[in-house]
């Protein structure tokens, strides 16, 4: 039985990415102007818009067929009185947390600005939870991100051994610059779709 190898989408441009989501063009268009009428800058990481502030991320956005979504990179400060966050990894993240849109029509612009424009200050205010050691696996957003993106590569990532999770998420976590984190996850992505540790063929 041949299974489907995921490749991450190759957007280069946030255009391209909302033109291949035909089902929410309008819902990007309205989530990307609310974005990007604040001071955040825009940029395309992991195949999806990311939207920035002194080169730390802050948001992204992400599109399914049965919702789109806002991450918040460093969502579990917000405060979060209209409780509209959800945490996609339960005992997995700490730090990311998710704004789910089922319909279009449910985006309150207004609302949306005042969590930004919240993310936004607790990023500049240095509010920020980096992987720490501990027996608790603690996924870096950048990884959790693309996992909780694509169900299969998700599914895949949790039937292997907390040893091999474990393997994976630190070779992520070590990555200094962006660009080689982001190198690093095209790379473990088939791997971990095939059920195999990062460091199986020196075993």
């Known amino acids: 039985m041949h299974r489907k190898v995921y ?40 195949g999806i818009p990311v939207y920035t502030v002194n080169g730390k991320n802050v948001i992204g956005i992400g599109a399914f067929k ?40 449910e985006i309150d612009k207004d609302l949306v600005l005042q969590y930004v424009q919240e993310a936004i200050q607790n990023q500049k205010d240095g509010k920020e939870i980096t992987p720490g050691k501990s027996k608790d696996i603690k996924i870096p957003s950048e990884f959790l991100a693309v996992l909780t993106s694509h169900v299969d590569l998700k599914s895949s990532f949790e039937q292997l051994t907390p040893f091999k999770q474990k393997e994976y998420v630190a070779y992520i976590a070590e990555a200094k610059r962006e660009a080689t984190r982001i190198s690093r996850l095209e790379k473990i992505t088939p791997m971990i779709l095939k059920g195999v540790g990062l460091n199986d063929k020196y075993r």
């Open 7 to 46: 490749i991450m989408e190759k957007n280069k441009t946030v255009e391209e990415f909302i033109s291949k989501k035909d089902n929410w063009k309008e819902a990007l268009q309205t989530l990307r102007s609310i974005m990007l009428s604040t001071e955040m800058k825009e940029t395309i990481k992991w």
């Open 66 to 105: 049965s919702y789109i979504g806002i991450w918040f990179y460093q969502g579990v400060f917000l405060k979060d009185h209209q409780k509209k966050l959800i945490n996609a990894q339960e005992g997995k993240t700490k730090g990311l947390r998710q704004w789910r849109f089922i319909f279009a029509d």
